[in-house]
C-alpha cells in the first residue's frame, strides 16, 4: 500500500491510497473523505489484468512515476511503471496526515467511548447504549467495545429485549462475544456456548423485520448470527430455530445487494435452509470471480 504522494499524476489520484490485491490481480485506487469521526472511501479499479500477482507498490520520487511488482507462488516476477501523459502536473509534496473535515463532535464522542473500556459500571453501560444506532461507524465500533468490558449481568437482558433494530443487532453481537470464545481460537476447538442463550440470542434476531433494514444493518445481522453459531453451535434438535430463520430470512434470498447475498449464503447454507438452485442462478449471472466465489465457497464447491 501507499499513498499517491509525490506522483506526477492528478490532483485526485496524488492524494489516493493505493492497495494491491495479489489474489484478483487488482490495483486499487481509494479516494478518501472525511465521513463523521473518521473517513470513507470510494473503490476503483487502477490498473487489473489476468493474471497480475501484485505484490508492492511505491512512488518514485525522481521521476514522479508509480511501479509496482508482481510475482509469488511461482509465478513470474515482473516490474512495472505507470506514467500519466495528460498536461503537465506538479507533484504534491507529500504532508503530514491529518483529520481536517472529519467531524470534531463525532471524534470527540468516539474517544469518550472508548474511555470506558477501562471504566467499568452503569454510566459506561448507558453511555454506550446511546451510540449503538450511531450513523457514524466508528462510533458504534467503539460503542460496542464499551459494552463488551461491562459486566454481561447489567446489559445482557437489554440486549435481547431491544427493539430498536440497529442497537438489538449490535448489542447482541457484544453478547454473543462476551459470553462465549471462538472454537478456533481454543485449545480443543469445540464449542462452549449455552445453547439456552443461543436460542434467546436467535429468537430476538429473527424477530427483526428483515425487508425493512438497510443493507448495513443486514450485513451487520447477518454477521452477528454468523457470530453466534460459530460460538454458541448449530441448532441440532431444535428446529424450531432452523424455522426462525428459514422463515425470516429465507424468504428475503436473494436480496438486491450482492453482499448482502454472500452473507446470507454462509448462515442459510450452513442450517441448510437454502434453495440451491437460487445460489446456483446467482454464481450464474455472477460478472465477476470476486462475487462467483462468494458464492461458491460457503457451498463447499
Known sequence: MCFGYGAKFPQKYQDAFFMCDWSYGKLYAAHLRPSGSAYTAELE????????????????????????????????????????????????????????????????????????????????????????????????????????????????????????????????????????????HTKDKKVQGDPELRKKMVGALTAIDFGKLNDQDKLDLMRTLQVVFNRFGKPDDARDEWQLVNKNFGRHFPDTNRFVNAEMCQVLIALDAMNAAKVMKLLRDAPTQEEQLEYVAPCGC
Open 45 to 184: 479499479e487502477f490498473v487489473t489484468g489476468t493474471p497480475l500477482p501484485l505484490t508492492d507498490v511505491v512512488v518514485n520520487p525522481v521521476d514522479g512515476a508509480l511501479y509496482f511488482t508482481i510475482g509469488g507462488r511461482k509465478t513470474k516476477s515482473g516490474l512495472y511503471r505507470v506514467t500519466y501523459t495528460g498536461e503537465p502536473v506538479k507533484p504534491k509534496v507529500p504532508v503530514t496526515v491529518t483529520d481536517a473535515g472529519v467531524s470534531e463532535a463525532a471524534r470527540t464522542t468516539r474517544l469518550q467511548l472508548e474511555a470506558f473500556h477501562t471504566k467499568i459500571g452503569q454510566p459506561a453501560v448507558d453511555a454506550a447504549w446511546k451510540e449503538l444506532d450511531s450513523a457514524d461507524r466508528f462510533v458504534q465500533f467503539a460503542a460496542r467495545v464499551a459494552l463488551e468490558h461491562q459486566d454481561p449481568k447489567l446489559w445482557a437482558d437489554k440486549a435481547l429485549a431491544e427493539k430498536d433494530p440497529r442497537k438489538a443487532i449490535i448489542a447482541i453481537l457484544a453478547l454473543a462475544r462476551v459470553s462465549a470464545p471462538c472454537p478456533e
